[in-house]
């Protein structure tokens, strides 16, 4: 196989990072796509207790365990399966399992820090960063936390404040100048997907890559 076409999705919280990248395995064919999310290697914290874990910045980029993300996505792109970490957002560590990830022609990372780190750039065909209002970004956060991660409203607020804005304008917002492409409204913006999608078509094709051969995926309403 050559070279996988490697696409990166930006923005900040609850921009609808999932919504568009759910969409591009959908219309482009999960069979054709390795997914991998950046939420997924958070540094294991386990030589920490559960308070301390929970006064961590997870905001941060140190927060993420990059080294071994690229490790990944070089593997990947050579052709060889990985071991993805599965993190545990209700007690801020990664779990004893992970989830093997196989090559494809196309390498799909999400992340609101992708776009930070300049190695995981440089390695990136395409970048995407997708832009949304702060107020609905911050109420799509309250419903995540508290409907999948078991947080009170309180906490919500109090991380919200405390780290994610402050971080998000000091990182995650600035990255935004390396984007190729800026989705405005999220997966709402069906007309930029449509584009997304021909040029990694487009892409595949002069790569020589098959068509898909499964369904694709359900595309569930972004909270991410």
Known sequence: MSKPIIIGVAGGTGSGKTTVSRAILQRVGPSRIAYLQHDSYYRDLSHLTLEERAQVNFDHPDALDNALLIEHLDALAAGRAVAVPIYDFTRHNRKGETRTVHPQPVVLLEGILIFVDRALR???????????????????????????????????????????????????????????????????????????????EGMLAAHGAQQPTVAGLTVPDDLG
């Open 122 to 200: 440089e390695r990136m065909d395409i970048k995407i960063y997708v832009d949304t209002d702060a107020d609905l970004r911050f109420i799509r956060r309250i419903q995540r936390d508290i409907k999948e991660r078991g947080r009170s409203l309180e906490s919500v607020i109090d991380q919200y404040l405390r780290t994610v804005r402050p971080m998000h304008l000091e990182f995650v917002e600035p990255s935004k100048r390396y984007a190729d492409i800026i989705i405005p409204r999220g997966g709402l913006n069906s007309i930029a997907i449509d584009m997304v999608v021909a040029r990694i």
